[in-house]
């Protein structure tokens, strides 16, 4: 008989289910979270949507206005910044020292197949979660498990700064070919190249997402 879930885990949940709201784009920079309709969909009470919103803001992935609620956050040019040096380092390293035929490669290969699908079908917001899900799989070849964690923080901060940009399809379409082409150097046995491919384009995204960035700054 399995043990009664206690508050802390029931929040902990909570607080994933959210972060994986905010990484498929289903919560977007800057909404008002409401906690009696969060809480439904979720089914927790308003008591551990609050300790999860806890969790969430120590992230910087949630914000708390002073008599104006919990809002979703949206990165500041600083935290665009360090997200892609993360990335640079973590899914450089993962990738770069990969074992061949490593299970993280048949993940990264349903997401290449499922962005394709969604491209083909105009679901741009798709793509866009299923790049996520390739990155994911680039960090789960570390097999860490802290690795793993941080990332799904890193994750959920990256697709709000996606969500600065009010054309994903000018986002995210160059990925679907250049995952394609990093995990094709993997599969052939030269991951020291798909590092180097995958590190050329995280300078290219980077720059997308500043330049963004950078246009919603009032003049």
């Known amino acids: 008989m399995a043990e009664p879930e206690d508050s802390a885990s029931r929040a902990d949940r909570a607080a994933g289910d959210i972060r994986s709201l905010l990484i498929s784009g289903g919560l977007v920079p800057g909404q008002r979270l409401s906690e009696t309709a969060l809480g439904e969909t979720l089914g927790v009470s308003r008591n551990t949507l609050r300790e999860a919103f806890r969790e969430l803001t120590s992230e910087r992935l949630l914000t708390r206005r002073p008599h104006a609620g919990v809002f979703v956050a949206v990165p500041g040019l600083s935290s665009i910044i360090d997200i892609y040096r993360v990335r640079r380092i973590v899914e450089g390293q993962a990738l770069g020292t990969a074992s061949p035929g490593h299970p993280a490669g048949a993940r990264m290969h349903t ?7 969604s491209a083909a079908a105009g679901d741009w917001v798709a793509v866009g979660t299923a790049n996520m899900e390739f990155h994911s799989a680039i960090v789960a070849l570390a097999d860490s498990v802290r690795l793993d964690r941080l990332y ?3 994750s959920a901060e990256l697709r709000l700064a996606f969500g600065l940009l009010d054309d994903p399809e000018y986002l995210h379409r160059p990925y679907v070919e250049r995952n394609t082409h990093v995990l094709g150097l993997y599969d052939g046995g030269d991951s020291a190249g798909a590092a180097a491919a995958l590190d050329a384009y995280l300078v290219h995204s980077e720059r997308t997402v ?4 950078s246009r919603r700054i009032p003049r």
């Not at 997401?111 to 699908?117: G, L, P, Q, R």
């Not at 500043?210 to 960035?213: G, K, M, R, S, T």
């Open 111 to 117: 997401a290449v197949e499922s962005a394709a699908d």
């Open 152 to 154: 799904a923080n890193i």
């Open 210 to 213: 500043l330049a963004a960035y």
